[in-house]
T-cell receptor, first 116, second 113 residues
């Protein structure tokens, strides 16, 4: 069964350092999402891509976070510089959704970030 | 705007007992509703979804949920809890266009042997 791949699974970094997370969605899925999940809370959308274009990044802290999906397939989420409050699980999800309509989001295993 | 509220951040049941996890939604239009399960240090796995077809939705692992418009609810149930059901459960609502998912704060289910 096809899965969303994410790496690394765990990342420990010091504040002010740069970190990057990678996501490879299920093949053929046009839409890709990055979520942040703080311990004890539900996932919160950071950015949504439709192919290589950003559809929604209203909740992305753009002063330190950036995301790209250059070829419309895999994606990278970067934080620079990392802050203590960035410690969380970063989840990637993908769906077949093209334009409008609804499709199920399939989640990867996540990257657990700890900022010291 | 859509949102979901999950009542009870922690629920404990005995093995073999009924599981009931509550979710109420707020939506200005008929919503699409989902239940996801998350095991420790893992991503979310879809349990079931409601997309305006049958109001009683059956999912994986013996779970089901009923959409009740009059109560704006989408509670998750399972007749008999198993130890392997211990996990975090999230209710989510999506707009009709599917552009936005809004997750609840989650309910942690503990199963007591």
């Amino acid at each position: 069964e096809a899965e969303v791949a994410q790496s690394p699974r765990y990342k420990i970094t010091e504040k002010s350092q740069a970190v990057a997370f990678w996501c490879d969605p299920i093949s053929g899925h046009a839409t890709l999402y990055w979520y942040r999940q703080i311990l004890g809370q539900g996932p919160e959308l950071l950015v949504q891509f439709q192919d290589e274009s950003v559809v929604d990044d209203s909740q992305l802290p753009k002063d330190r976070f950036s995301a790209e999906r250059l070829k419309g397939v895999d994606s990278t989420l970067k934080i620079q510089p990392a802050e203590l409050g960035d410690s969380a699980m970063y989840l990637c999800a993908s769906s077949f959704l093209t334009s409008g309509g609804l499709d199920t989001q399939y989640f990867g295993p996540g990257t657990r970030l700890t900022v010291l | 705007a859509q949102s979901v509220t999950q009542l009870g951040s922690h629920v404990s049941v005995s093995e073999g007992a009924l599981v009931l996890l509550r979710c109420n939604y707020s939506s200005s239009v008929p919503p699409y509703l989902f239940w996801y399960v998350q095991y420790p240090n893992q991503g979310l796995q879809l349990l079931l979804k409601y997309t305006s077809a049958a109001t009683l939705v059956k999912g994986i692992n013996g779970f089901e949920a009923e959409f009740k418009k009059s109560e704006t609810s989408f509670h998750l149930t399972k007749p008999s809890a198993h130890m392997s059901d211990a996990a975090e459960y999230f209710c989510a609502v999506s707009s009709v266009t599917g552009n936005q998912f809004y997750f609840g704060t989650g309910t942690s289910l503990t199963v007591i042997p």
